[in-house]
């Protein structure tokens, strides 16, 4: 059962809501930093793209170089959507809780991966492939 103060927060969600605003900032933060490498690897794909390449050397490196960006930026991307939705549980009212399990999500871990979406238990049989895909 959880209590309520007269300000109708929960009993010791004071300390909460300021533990709140920080992971929302640096969640903000992480936001903008992967908004910025994602559309700078786009722009150095394309630019690797309009390099007129001579030889066949030339043409592997830029391939190469395109790939290794490709793959850069949809690690970015995958981080950043993972960003996102833990930004959207803040405003939810869910930040925190275990998306498969509904239970506390341990606050060490929070503060290593502010984005996770599991507790470690869950984690652990999502990395096995035990655990269904919560939306």
């Avoid at 103060?5 to 930093?33: H, P, V, Y």
């Avoid at 786009?42 to 630019?47: E, L, P, T, Y």
């Avoid at 949809?74 to 960003?83: E, H, K, S």
């Amino acid at each position: 059962m959880k209590l309520l103060c007269e300000d109708g927060f929960l009993a010791g969600a004071i300390m909460e809501k300021k533990k709140l605003e920080s992971f929302k900032k640096r969640l903000e933060t992480r936001q903008q930093e992967l908004r910025h490498m994602v559309t700078r690897n786009q722009k150095d794909g394309r630019a690797a793209d309009d390099e007129a390449t001579q030889d066949v050397a030339d043409r592997a490196a830029s391939s190469y170089t395109k790939e290794f960006l490709f793959s850069q930026s949809n690690n970015d991307r995958q981080l950043l959507n993972m960003v996102e939705s833990a930004l959207a549980r803040i405003r939810e009212g869910s930040f925190g809780e275990c998306v498969s399990c509904g239970k506390e999500i341990n606050a060490k871990r929070l503060e290593a991966v502010p984005w996770t979406r599991h507790c470690i238990e869950c984690q652990e049989k999502a990395e096995k492939g035990l655990l269904e895909a919560a939306q």
